[in-house]
T-cell receptor, first 113, second 113 residues
């Protein structure tokens, strides 16, 4: 079993839809949970991070962590064509400099105008 | 604005050649990383460095080496390129106090023929 699993998609939604992107993980030591967005032919950029469990909102984006289920989600409200990208979840214990960040393979999202 | 630059966007090399990929960051970040990104496999950590002249192996260091002589510069070396090293190579850096905040370069698409 991979440490972090993510449905690769592709996911195609109409503009204005609510999008739900999800990851599951197996390592209970993970404490930091990140979402990165990667546009075609660019490097990933950090969208949001959450420490431990709970929700975090930033504009149209909400990150949710359920540590009891080892499940994290990213919700995008009122999706826009500019949201079309690959979304990578990432997580780590980050207790020391040696703790690595583990990335999911990414979900490809297309928002159709 | 943090900027991470990589020496080349596209490279084509022959099997057996020595290949140098260079990464420079301009925000005085302590930590620097080299990843490779392959479809379905996500980002895999090759090497990282948390200080000048320090290096640590990641998950897939075989066939690679690194050099960090200055804080802002982290080089990845393929000692003898092979076709299975054809990939997208991404460099990243993080500030020491916010290790969850990885800043990525635009990537180098390396093809080994």
């Amino acid at each position: 079993q991979k440490e972090v699993e993510q449905d690769p998609g592709p996911l195609s939604v109409p503009e204005g839809a609510i999008v739900s992107l999800n990851c599951t993980y197996s390592n209970s030591a993970f404490q930091y949970f990140m979402w990165y967005r990667q546009y075609s032919r660019k490097g990933p950029e950090l969208l949001m991070y959450t420490y431990s469990s709970g929700n975090k909102e930033d504009g149209r984006f909400t990150a949710q962590v359920d540590k009891s289920s080892k499940y994290i989600s990213l919700f995008i409200r009122d999706s826009q064509p500019s949201d079309s990208a690959t979304y990578l979840c990432a997580m780590s214990p980050l207790r020391t400099s040696y703790d690595k960040v583990i990335f999911g393979p990414g979900t490809s999202l297309s928002v159709i105008p | 604005d943090v900027k991470v630059t990589q020496s080349s966007r596209y490279l084509v090399k022959r099997t057996g050649e020595k290949v140098f990929l260079e990464c420079v960051q301009d925000m005085d970040h302590e930590n620097m990383f080299w990843y490779r990104q392959d479809p379905g496999l996500g980002l895999r950590l090759i090497y990282f460095s948390y200080d000048v002249k320090m290096k640590e192996k990641g998950d897939i260091p075989e066939g690679y080496s690194v050099s960090r002589e200055k804080k802002e510069r982290f080089s990845l070396i393929l000692e003898s390129a092979s076709t299975n090293q054809t990939s997208m190579y991404l460099c990243a850096s993080t500030p020491g106090l916010r290790p969850y905040e990885q800043y990525f370069g635009p990537g180098t698409r390396l093809t080994v023929t």
